[in-house]
């Protein structure tokens, strides 16, 4: 069955960087499109980037120029590049597939 395997979260001081993985098995990872979403406490869900199987991308307008997403179809991992992160950065990301999302990993940025 599809499964996402989301890590690399933590706590990070404002102006800090991280990087999230998630490894993905069950599908065929080189064709789908992939995308980060993030919850924030007490707030709805909220699309971050998507990339597609050519490697193009998206981004939330928050998040521009600070995140980058990537994908390595060898390994079927998908990462997220978090730089100059910001307070309003935290919540709990998630890895997503076109079928299936991941558990989700805590990101915390302290100000």
């Known amino acids: 069955q599809v499964r996402l395997v989301e890590s690399g979260g933590g706590l990070v001081q404002e102006g800090g960087s991280l990087m999230l993985s998630c490894e993905a098995s069950?599908?065929?990872?080189?064709?789908?499109?992939m995308a980060w979403s993030r919850q924030a406490p007490g707030k709805q869900r909220e699309w971050v980037a998507n990339?597609?199987?050519?490697?193009?991308?998206q981004y939330a307008e928050s998040v521009k120029g600070r995140f980058r997403i990537s994908r390595d179809d060898v390994r079927e991992t998908l990462y997220l590049q978090m730089n100059n992160l910001k307070v309003e950065d935290t919540g709990v990301y998630y890895c997503?597939?076109?079928?299936?999302w991941g558990q989700g990993v805590q990101v915390t940025v302290s100000s």
């Open positions: 997503r597939s076109p079928l299936s």
């Open positions: 069950g599908f065929i990872f080189g064709t789908a499109r």
């Open positions: 990339i597609e199987s050519s490697g193009a991308s």
